[in-house]
């Protein structure tokens, strides 16, 4: 079985200063993808960034970057120049070969940004 | 907006009633899954179509039921409704619904949600 812990239950950052938003995760397959959402407070999923597990390097998305640490299963989301905007709750996912095509979503990180 | 649209955003129902929410797919998009949001369960894999064909089960109750019609379109129907029932539920869709690693990475794209409230 899958399962994805995410230890934060709520964090600060002062406006355009960087985060780290942490993900372990356990599975048994050898192939599998993890990614981060964004939901914010109107409760919408925004796809945030992708990470497979045999890619060589670490997945970026513009202000958005994955700390990838396959040994140690974790794959942590850092956030650059944090903005107001950023406040809502990030959610680690991951769908493994095995274990079908769906997400297995972690508890979730509500993080604030503090102006 | 992710393509994949949702209705009705809220809805406000009695215990023991029976609702349906609709969603559809992105453009090209032959796979949909239904998710769970609440409180005290976090997000709840429910079902998974592709191409018409349930592809995976999670943990759906038995009053709880979906199908994915010839348009792609897709339906979950919520019967005997509980207020423990009270939850925001998520339609997603990606292109593929296969275990294929290549597949790994093609991206789940959620719609807005639908809020649910029994009272």
């Known amino acids: 079985a899958q399962k994805i812990t995410q230890t934060q239950p709520g964090m600060f950052v002062q406006e355009k200063e960087a985060v780290t938003l942490d993900c372990t995760y356990d599975?048994?397959?050898?192939?599998?993808?993890l990614f981060w959402y964004k939901q914010p407070s109107s409760g919408e999923m925004i796809f945030l960034i992708y990470?497979?597990?045999?890619?060589?390097q670490n997945a970026t998305e513009g202000r958005y970057s994955l700390n990838f640490q396959k040994a140690r299963k974790s794959a942590n989301l850092v956030i650059s120049a944090s903005q107001l905007g950023d406040s809502a709750m990030y959610f680690c996912?991951?769908?493994?070969?095995?274990?079908?095509?769906?997400?297995?979503f972690g508890g979730g990180t509500r993080l604030m940004v503090k102006p | 907006d992710s393509g994949v649209t949702q209705t009705p955003k809220h809805l406000i129902t009695a215990t023991g009633q029976r609702v349906t929410l609709r969603c559809s797919p992105r453009?090209?998009?032959?796979?949909v899954y239904w998710y769970q949001q609440s409180l005290d369960q976090g997000l709840q894999f429910l079902i998974q179509y592709y191409n018409g064909e349930e592809r995976a089960k999670g943990n759906i109750l038995e009053r709880f039921s979906a199908q994915q019609f010839p348009d792609l379109h897709s339906e979950l129907n919520l019967s005997s409704l509980e207020l423990g029932d009270s939850a925001l539920y998520f339609c997603?869709?990606?292109?593929?619904?296969?275990?294929?690693?290549?597949?790994?990475?093609?991206?789940?794209?959620f719609g807005e949600g639908s809020w649910l409230t029994v009272v």
């Open positions: 990470q497979g597990s045999y890619d060589e």
């Open positions: 996912a991951m769908r493994g070969g095995n274990a079908g095509n769906m997400l297995t």
């Open positions: 997603a869709s990606s292109q593929f619904g296969g275990h294929r690693t290549s597949q790994l990475r093609n991206t789940i794209y």
């Open positions: 453009s090209g998009d032959l796979s």
């Open positions: 599975t048994s397959d050898q192939s599998y993808g």
